[in-house]
């Protein structure tokens, strides 16, 4: 994998039925598949980005044995409908910003992301996964043990528990009279003298 940018070897763009994503050549999400797993770096990466130590030792590191091999399908959401901000914190130019990610707080986020687990699901009993036994790693998120395993409700609640940004956050920032605009028409941010 030291040839491989980032590790991905091979991504896959997906455009569902009934999408609303608002251009019709454009996909809903991207499967991006990791020959690494999240353990491989013993959860430096993921804890780093959240991830709680103790739901890493009970859920991730039983894959850290030499005897696993794992693929990661991850599932990147191309055109979310939850929109976050940022704020200043103070008046203070040096405190850092108060940022608000909103990460699925429009149920169609989740939605979108149950339909890439689908395909996942649908993927990996396919003849050339079949013949390398591909399986889901089938111990439980430990806050989503409560749920049958692959359940709905068990996806949504592995969904909530542990996603990722990617790191690749975009924005506009709207100018004109609105009151959610930034500038106004003479390119004065709002609210600053």
């Not at 797993?37 to 044995?65: C, N």
């Not at 359940?151 to 940004?165: D, G, H, V």
Request: charged share 25%.
């Amino acid at each position: 994998l030291v040839s491989i940018p980032n590790g991905a070897e091979v991504l896959a763009f997906l455009k569902f039925e009934n999408s609303t994503t608002p251009v019709e050549e454009q996909p809903d999400v991207e499967i991006i598949a990791v020959g690494l797993g999240p353990q491989a770096d013993r959860g430096y990466g993921v804890m780093a980005e959240g991830l709680k130590a103790s739901i890493y030792e009970k859920w991730l590191k039983p894959l850290e044995s030499e005897e696993n091999s794992t693929l990661l399908l991850a599932i990147s959401l191309l055109h979310p409908k939850s929109v976050g901000f940022a704020e200043l914190r103070s008046a203070n130019p040096l405190d850092s910003p108060k940022l608000t990610a909103n990460f699925f707080k429009e149920p169609e986020d989740v939605e979108m992301i149950l339909k890439g687990i689908e395909f996942i699901t649908k993927l990996i009993k396919t003849p050339p996964f079949k013949a390398v036994n591909a399986e889901f790693h089938d111990i439980p998120i430990p806050p989503c043990e409560k749920f049958q395993f692959a359940s709905e409700n068990y996806w949504k609640c592995a969904i909530r528990t542990f996603s990722l940004s990617f790191h690749h956050q975009v924005a506009t920032c709207k100018a004109g009279s609105e009151h959610n605009s930034v500038v106004d028409s003479k390119l004065k941010v709002h609210g600053v003298k």
